[in-house]
């Protein structure tokens, strides 16, 4: 998995990263205390939580795979946030079995909803752990981008069936459960009380760019980073993006 930090994984990360370091900075502004109590549901083995406890938060990681848990500690030990950051065993859908409702200023959800039996469940949890001025970054694989990466590998009935099928597979041996469009990301998130703040295309070229283009031209993981922090913003361009980010926030859907 990616570490934020790192340049070249920085091309999966880098608007995720942007959007979240600055929601928490308004959160750190709006609520008066410079330390917030994070939650990163399905946070595996830290790729955000430990930046995230870097930047001085308190995180806590909900996953269900001790393997996870086990690199998550090592990896905020190195990186000198152990006493940071908890890792947890538990998951989604029995979140307040292992967390208390209501107890965080930001709640992370990446990458797991497409695992979830019940997205729609597994987003009212997150939110219902959220303080009532919290803020949700949820991000999860998106349908087009999946549809295109299909066809542009000459897969093209997979790509028809990931077009049409519910839950945007592309057959029985698609790995991941379910993708979203970003109409079903935001309806998931209004519809668990929240104001859609944002919503960012993420990786809508870095996974069709040949990587030999990529690291052998001098400034172009540069030029690409800035390509895709600018098509992210595009509403155009989040029907073809591998992923698609909601920030949700409560205090919008307060004054809403
Ligand atoms: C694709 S990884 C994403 C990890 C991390 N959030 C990130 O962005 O790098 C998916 C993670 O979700 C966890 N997971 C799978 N099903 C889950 C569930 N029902 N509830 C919470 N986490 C789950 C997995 O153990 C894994 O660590």
Avoid: I
């Amino acid at each position: 998995m990616s570490d934020p930090m790192r340049p070249r994984a920085s091309l999966r990360t880098a608007v995720v990263w942007e959007v979240l370091k600055d929601a928490l900075d308004r959160q750190v502004k709006a609520s008066g205390r410079e330390s917030l109590d994070v939650l990163d549901t399905g946070g595996g083995s830290g790729n955000f939580a430990v930046p995230v406890a870097r930047l001085g938060h308190r995180v806590t990681v909900v996953d269900p795979s001790p393997n996870a848990l086990f690199a998550l500690e090592r990896r905020a030990a190195e990186a000198g946030v152990a006493d940071r950051v908890q890792g947890v065993q538990g998951d989604a859908h029995g979140l307040f079995d292992v967390v208390e409702r209501g107890r965080y200023d930001a709640v992370l959800c990446h990458g797991v909803l497409e695992y979830v039996d019940d997205p729609a469940e597994g987003v009212r949890n997150v939110v219902d752990a959220l303080r009532p001025e919290g803020v949700l970054s949820l991000l999860a694989a998106g349908l087009g981008g999946a549809v295109l990466a299909r066809a542009l590998a000459g897969h093209f009935k997979e790509a028809r069936h990931a077009l049409d099928d519910p839950d945007g597979r592309w057959g029985a041996s698609d790995p991941v459960p379910h993708r979203f469009t970003a109409e079903q990301l935001t309806s998931l998130v209004a519809g668990a009380g929240l104001h859609v703040a944002a919503v960012h295309g993420v990786r809508v070229f870095a996974d069709l760019v040949p990587g030999v283009l990529v690291d052998t031209e001098p400034g172009a993981l540069d030029a690409l980073l800035k390509l895709e922090a600018a098509a992210a913003e595009l509403t155009a361009f989040h029907s073809v993006a591998t992923q698609l980010h909601v920030l949700g926030e409560a205090r919008g859907a307060a004054e809403a």
